[in-house]
């Protein structure tokens, strides 16, 4: 079994970050989907064998990848900011490009709305936004054997 916490557009917020500390410690992986990559390299400092960090579209220095295919005990997903598959629109693309790479999971950010979707057989997962300036939430992903199970966590 493998426990994944996704976060998103974080935005310079390391008071939320840091809060997470104890969800961070207990996940076998940390993704951060981007919008602040510095954010993500500030996880990857302090969990560094298990944190994987992306770029988004408000990048000073981008310190990550655009995008990454994960295979996670049979599952693979693949995971990126959003903003080069038009998110904020339409959910196609995303789940097209996650189609194309044989992946049954594609996670996003860019929006700021946590939503679980599906698409052709390709579930579409946005954690939402650790920004002071929305509603905070993270995303808890399980994997074991070939199945998944989530949950959009919201932060008070």
Do not use: W
């Amino acid at each position: 079994m493998t426990k994944i916490t996704v976060v998103s557009d974080s935005h310079g917020n390391r008071r939320t970050i840091d809060g997470l500390d104890g969800i961070f410690s207990e996940s076998d992986l940390i993704i951060h989907l981007g919008d602040t990559s510095s954010d993500g390299n500030y996880i990857l400092g302090k969990y560094p064998h298990k944190t994987h960090v992306l770029n988004g579209n408000c990048e000073i220095f981008a310190c990550g990848e655009n995008e990454k295919i994960l295979n996670i005990e049979g599952v693979k997903i693949l995971a990126c900011h959003g903003h080069l598959y038009s998110v904020k629109t339409t959910l196609h693309k995303l789940a097209q490009r996650a189609k194309e790479l044989d992946c049954r999971i594609a996670l996003y950010g860019h929006t700021h709305d946590a939503r679980e979707s599906e698409i052709d057989g390709v579930t579409l997962l946005n954690p939402g936004t650790l920004s002071r300036y929305a509603e905070k939430s993270y995303l808890y992903l399980v994997v074991n054997e070939g199945k998944f199970t989530q949950k959009i966590v919201r932060i008070n």
